[in-house]
């Protein structure tokens, strides 16, 4: 574990509580960051809505978890278990979740929905939005096309918005599961009313799989106040922990039912060291019984910074700093222009890493500009030139209303101040869409979050995760 005197205990301690100010994340945060920062001098990263940004600190974690290994061997084992652990505690306090062992972890999103669909003996009847990601989306329909299980699919409205009572209505008696996104990925709209949407499948009798993926980090989630029965997610964006380094949720009311899933390996069993095979198995209390085989280690520490970053910092903390910049914009030019650009889809990220961005147009806007650009329906790819970039953004700015933003102002902030200056603003941040703010008033805990609008899919570009 990591000492009390480290550079990321430090900072945090100097940070202090008080609301987050560009002066101070310079002089505490950045250094954390250096190593990134360092080689992103001449560049804007725009993808940190996909790829989050490293922390210094996870190199040396990593090693952490690689020394034991080293030094003990099989003797390893008893540090990686202990980082295990802290790793489902992080995440448990991030998600809002009482008890750690409710948080599985698993290397995708998508190994955490499909240990939900195989804990029903039957094919389930799932309802799910169009807009779920492509990982979730591809098993789900896997799943009907072998009649493993039946999918109703909400679509979205004419201008790519999903509504509650779209969702509502699709959930009938007999609908198994539910699967909603609390932030949808394309566009970043919040989904309105899911405390009212869980109440409901809850009443119908279905259990309800939230994915935060889009949400975890930026919004402040709270599975048990939202009353959820499932939740999925990862590090690889906001969480900057990397690939890998995903979970399941499973509440503790689903457990104490007795629930369990087909896609267990030994180390669900009560005592896996023991080498006992009674049977049936003997499986470990609570969502231990969830866990699988011989697990990856080293995602755990690869998370590590990320997590304690993000805990450290505090979510809540770091969305009232993005709102707080998109509410000084008009007080400058570009990120008025920044005002106008409310949706940056990454398409590609090249091999060295510079952000290429594309924009597209929202389908039921903007009919003025239709004929005036002829990549009106395509990716608008921004090279990586701060120069180019600007200029495009502007360009784009013009006519491209529905185009994603990276959700982190942190980030864009950390590389703003290299080569980027006129820009600072330009390539600010918010992981929600604006107008999507007030859908979280209505969600259980009252906490703000938000993302985008989601987008109809005839012009669905291909989205890095
Ligand atoms: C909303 C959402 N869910 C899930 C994922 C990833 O799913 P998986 O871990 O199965 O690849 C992403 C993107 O990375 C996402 O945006």
């Given at each position: ?6 550079p990321l205990d430090a900072a945090l301690a100097a940070l202090g509580p008080a609301p987050l100010d560009d002066a101070r994340l310079r002089a505490h945060v950045w250094p954390l960051f250096a190593?990134v920062l ?6 804007v990263y725009?993808?940190n809505?996909?790829?989050g940004r490293?922390l210094d ?160 980090g930026v919004l402040p ?17 906001y969480?900057r ?65 990320g997590?304690r970053f993000t805990l450290g910092t505090g979510v809540a903390r770091l969305r009232e700093h993005c709102r707080a910049h998109h509410e000084n914009a008009d007080k400058q030019a570009a990120d008025a222009?920044a005002q ?65 933003r990276a959700p982190d102002h942190l980030d864009e902030f950390f590389t703003n101040d290299h080569?980027a200056h006129g820009d600072q603003d330009l390539l600010e941040v918010l992981a929600v869409?604006r107008?999507?703010d ?9 906490t703000g979050h938000c ?15």
């Amino acid at each position: 574990m990591p000492s009390a005197a480290d550079p990321l205990d430090a900072a945090l301690a100097a940070l202090g509580p008080a609301p987050l100010d560009d002066a101070r994340l310079r002089a505490h945060v950045w250094p954390l960051f250096a190593r990134v920062l360092a080689r992103s001098a001449q560049r804007v990263y725009l993808a940190n809505h996909s790829l989050g940004r490293p922390l210094d600190a996870m190199d040396a974690d990593v090693r952490e978890g690689l020394a034991a290994w080293y030094a003990d061997l099989g003797g390893a084992w008893s540090a990686w278990m202990a980082e295990h652990d802290a790793h489902r505690a992080r995440l448990a306090r991030l998600l809002g979740a009482a008890r750690p062992d409710t948080v599985v972890p698993r290397t995708s999103a998508a190994q955490g929905l499909r240990a939900v669909l195989n804990s029903a003996d039957a094919p389930l009847r799932v309802v799910a939005t169009r807009g779920e990601f492509d990982s979730l989306d591809v098993v789900l329909r896997e799943y009907a096309n072998r009649g493993r299980a039946r999918l109703d699919l909400v679509e979205p409205d004419g201008d790519g918005e999903f509504h509650a009572e779209a969702i509502v209505r699709a959930i009938v008696p007999g609908t198994g599961l539910v699967v909603l996104s609390q932030v949808m990925f394309q566009s970043g709209q919040v989904l309105p009313e899911l405390g009212a949407i869980v109440a409901h499948a809850h009443r119908a009798g279905a259990r309800v799989l939230l994915d935060v993926y889009h949400a975890l980090g930026v919004l402040p989630v709270d599975v048990a106040a939202l009353g959820v029965d499932f939740a999925v997610g990862g590090a690889y964006k906001y969480l900057r922990g990397g690939p890998g380094a995903c979970f399941l949720y499973v509440a503790p009311a689903v457990l104490d039912a007795g629930v369990r899933t087909l896609d267990i390996g030994w180390f669900a069993k009560e005592a896996p060291f023991a080498y006992a095979r009674p049977d049936p198995p003997r499986l470990a209390a609570g969502g231990d019984a969830w866990l699988e085989s011989t697990p990856p280690v080293l995602t755990w520490y690869q998370a590590r910074s990320g997590q304690r970053f993000t805990l450290g910092t505090g979510v809540a903390r770091l969305r009232e700093h993005c709102r707080a910049h998109h509410e000084n914009a008009d007080k400058q030019a570009a990120d008025a222009v920044a005002q106008r650009l409310d949706h940056f889809a990454v398409l590609h990220t090249s091999t060295d890493q510079q952000a290429h961005l594309g924009a597209r147009q929202h389908p039921g806007q903007h009919a003025e500009h239709q004929q005036a650009h002829h990549h009106r329906d395509q990716a608008v790819f921004f090279d990586g030139s701060v120069a180019n970039q600007q200029r495009t953004a502007h360009a784009v700015g013009q006519w491209q209303r529905n185009l994603r933003r990276a959700p982190d102002h942190l980030d864009e902030f950390f590389t703003n101040d290299h080569a980027a200056h006129g820009d600072q603003d330009l390539l600010e941040v918010l992981a929600v869409h604006r107008p999507h703010d007030e859908a979280l008033k209505c969600q259980a805990h009252g906490t703000g979050h938000c993302h985008g609008h989601q987008h109809g899919g005839q012009h669905g570009h291909h989205v890095a995760p």
